[in-house]
Nanobody
Framework: QVQLVESGGGSVQAGGSLRLSCAAS????????IGWFRQAPGKEREFVAA????????RYADPVKGRFTISRDNAKNTVYLQIDSLKLEDTAVYYC????????????????WGQGTQVTVSS
């Protein structure tokens, strides 16, 4: 039902900013939440942020509150993750995923996933 493609990753110095994009092919007769997750080497995939596609309501993981902003552009079927004040520990592959609009943080509740985009933060 949903296809997702992430882009916008790259290498950035600590303290810098980056905006990730998630282009979504979404059925017009369905409503979704879009979540961002990240996975660093040797670590489990963790929740970052989520947004209700229709309402714009958002949820953030504690480590990224105040630094990350999730938003969407309905006309472009795209969800963005604005990342400010990047830290070394933000280095990971970032994935977007789609689920029913409940803003859940559990990866297992998201049936649709993109391929991921690498974010690397250097000092």
């Amino acid at each position: 039902q949903v296809q997702l493609v992430e882009s916008g990753g790259g290498s950035v110095q600590a303290g810098g900013s980056l905006r990730l994009s998630c282009a979504a092919s979404v059925r017009t007769d369905s409503t979704y939440a879009i979540g961002w997750f990240r996975q660093a080497p040797g670590k489990e995939r963790e929740f970052v942020a989520a947004i209700n596609w229709s309402s714009g309501n958002t949820r953030y993981a504690d480590p990224v509150k105040g630094r990350f902003t999730i938003s969407r552009d309905n006309a472009k079927n795209t969800v963005y993750l604005q990342i400010d004040s990047l830290k070394l520990e933000d280095t990971a592959v970032y994935y977007c995923a789609a689920t029913l609009p409940r803003l859940v943080a559990e990866a297992s509740q998201y049936p649709y996933w993109g391929q991921g985009t690498q974010v690397t933060v250097s000092s």
